[in-house]
C-alpha cells in the first residue's frame, strides 16, 4: 500500500474542486438540498462533513462520488469537469477513483466475506487480493465468514475492507458508525482513519454526530443546503478516544 500520507505537508492543487454548486429536486414543490456550495479537498485530508439530516450531507457527496449530477455548479475532479463527463467516463471515475462506504453494509449474504470484497477487485485494474484487504480492516481471520455469521461492526468492516480493496484516491463514508453502537462505531472509524493514512485519500466521513467530528483533520458544517463552516482541527483526536 500507499506510505501514510501527511496531507498538511502535501497541500498542493485540490483533488476535488466545487464551485457554486446547487441541487434542487424537481416536483410540485420543489426541494433545494443544496445552493452555492463551494469547497476545495485536498489528497489525504480526512473530512467530517457535519450536520443534521436533511441539511445536504448526503447528496454532497453522492455528487462528489458521481452517483448524481448537480443542477448548478460545476465539479472536477482534478482536471477532469464531472459535469461535462458522459455516462462511460462517470462509470471509470466511480469504479477506479472513489471507494465508497454507507450506513447500510450492502454486502451480498450468500457471499463470505473475501467474495464480497472480489466482487471490486475484479473490475479494479490496481486493487488489492482481497485477502489483504480483509486483514487490514482486521478481518483476516474472518474472510471465509458469510454476514449473517459476522457481527454489525464487522459486517461494516468488510464494506469498509470492499471500498478500499480498489486503492480509491477518493473514499467516501455515509453515516458508516449510524447502525452501530458507539464502542463498535469507534472500532469502524478506527479501520477508516487508519485507511486514509495509509491509502492517502481524501476522506469524507459523513455524520450528525458531532463527537466523531474530533478525529477529522477539517471539519465542514452543512445546514439548509450551505456550507456554514469550514474549520480545521489543530489537533485529531484518535478515533479509539472518541466518546458518544
Known sequence: MKPELDYAASMGDALIRLQDVGKTY??????VALAEVTLELYAGELVVLLGPSGSGKSTLLNLVGGLDQPSSGRIWYGQQELLASDDRALTAYRRAEVGFVFQFYNLVPSLTARENVALVTQISDSAMDPAEALIEVGLGHRMDQFPA?????????????????????????DEPTGALDSRTGSKVLEVIESANRRLGAVTVVITHNVAIAAMADRVIRLADGRVVGDSRNAQRVPALELQW
Open 26 to 31: 424537481p416536483g410540485e414543490v420543489p426541494v
Open 149 to 173: 455469521q459476522l457481527s454489525g461492526g464487522e459486517q461494516q468492516r468488510v464494506a469498509v475492507a470492499r471500498a478500499i480493496a480498489k486503492r480509491p484516491r477518493v473514499l467516501l463514508c
